[in-house]
């Protein structure tokens, strides 16, 4: 899908970040979704071979070619991504976010169309995803993997942001050496918004020794705002700290199934919440925008009603 876009979505990708304030990441999504989905409707409209696909060039479509799309086309679509290309209902979900704001942004902003054939477009029932997360033993187990005789502190730094505070590994990277005033570090999440998270001891502590020890003997230190650094010097990426992750926990014989930074964050959100966090403090702390999102970690519950239960006096 390397091919040139049409203008209309070009317009539309640009509107996306410049305006909605969507991340590159959710840009890339909506690019990937919509050119699929014209890509699907122009091989359905000329009676082409659905295995070539990939290959249509859909560089010419012009605003005329979304005024004919109807919702059947789009069902037609969502049954195409579920049976040949093995979408769960998630995937589809968000496919089915992406036709709904584009068409609406072609409606109400462009006007190019005159009704908006996505709007009455069915997400599809996406069952309630429960966060996986480690216990607390496991925590302090993965802890122990930290092994790196170069980036030690760093590396014990940021899994104690992760671990303390719940942050993102997007907003981990971004963090700069002027986003930390004093107790408070500034965290600019999704679509730009920023937060103000509290440091606890543990965190400003590990900070200190990572800032005093070993920041400033990586590669020009002062030439570069990050605050977590990679041997060359450079902003750390998401991908890189992902595979840190990944590191620790092998070494640490842990080797738990799929352990992520974004599943640090979860144990971080469900210690809290198991130590007496309610979800709208929670909710600020993770910077949901929606409440919703918080509440999946309301699960935890689960087990201590249940000892709740076994300890009532008439359970005789």
């Known amino acids: 899908m390397n091919q040139q876009k049409p203008k209309i979505l070009r317009d539309f990708l640009i509107y996306l970040t410049a305006i909605k304030g969507k991340s590159k990441r959710t840009r890339d999504e909506y690019d990937y979704d919509l050119s699929l989905f014209i890509k699907f409707i122009t091989?359905?409209?000329?009676?082409?071979?659905?295995?070539?696909?990939?290959?249509?060039?859909i560089q010419n479509i012009t605003s005329d070619f979304f005024k004919e799309i109807s919702l059947e086309d789009m069902y037609l679509f969502l049954e195409y991504c579920e049976e040949r290309r093995n979408n769960s209902a998630f995937t589809r979900a968000r496919k089915v976010a992406t036709l709904k704001s584009f068409f609406k942004y072609l409606k109400s902003k462009r006007h190019i169309i005159e009704e908006?054939?996505?709007?009455?477009?069915?997400t599809p029932k996406v069952s309630k995803r429960q966060p996986i997360y480690l216990s607390f033993d496991e925590a302090?187990?993965?802890?122990?993997?930290?092994?790196?005789?170069?980036?030690?502190?760093?590396?014990?730094?940021?899994m104690t942001f992760f671990l303390n505070l719940g942050i993102r590994v997007s907003e981990l990277c971004n963090l700069n050496l002027d986003s930390i005033q004093e107790r408070f570090m500034t965290v600019r999440g999704k679509g730009d918004k920023e937060r103000t998270v509290y440091l606890n001891d543990a965190c400003i502590s590990t900070l200190n020794v990572y800032l005093d020890n070993e920041r400033p003997l990586i590669k020009n230190p002062t030439n570069n705002q990050a605050l977590f650094l990679s041997q060359k010097g450079t902003r750390l990426t998401r991908q890189r700290v992902a595979k840190i992750?990944?590191?620790?926990?092998?070494?640490?014989?842990?080797?738990?199934?799929?352990?992520?930074?974004?599943?640090?964050?979860?144990?971080?959100?469900?210690?809290?919440?198991?130590?007496?966090?309610?979800?709208?403090s929670l909710q600020q702390i993770?910077?949901?925008?929606?409440?919703?999102?918080?509440?999946?970690?309301?699960?935890?519950?689960?087990?201590e009603i249940q000892k709740v239960i076994e300890n009532n006096p008439f359970n005789i």
């Open 286 to 303: 993770l910077g949901h925008s929606n409440v919703s999102t918080t509440q999946i970690y309301t699960h935890v519950e689960n087990k």
């Open 245 to 280: 992750v990944k590191e620790i926990n092998y070494s640490s014989g842990l080797e738990k199934k799929k352990l992520s930074p974004h599943k640090l964050r979860h144990t971080s959100a469900t210690m809290m919440y198991k130590s007496g966090a309610d979800i709208r």
């Open 140 to 158: 302090k187990t993965f802890m122990t993997g930290i092994q790196s005789k170069t980036h030690y502190d760093r590396d014990y730094c940021m």
């Open 43 to 57: 091989v359905v409209q000329h009676d082409l071979d659905i295995n070539h696909l990939e290959e249509v060039d």
């Open 116 to 122: 908006n054939p996505a709007e009455d477009l069915e």
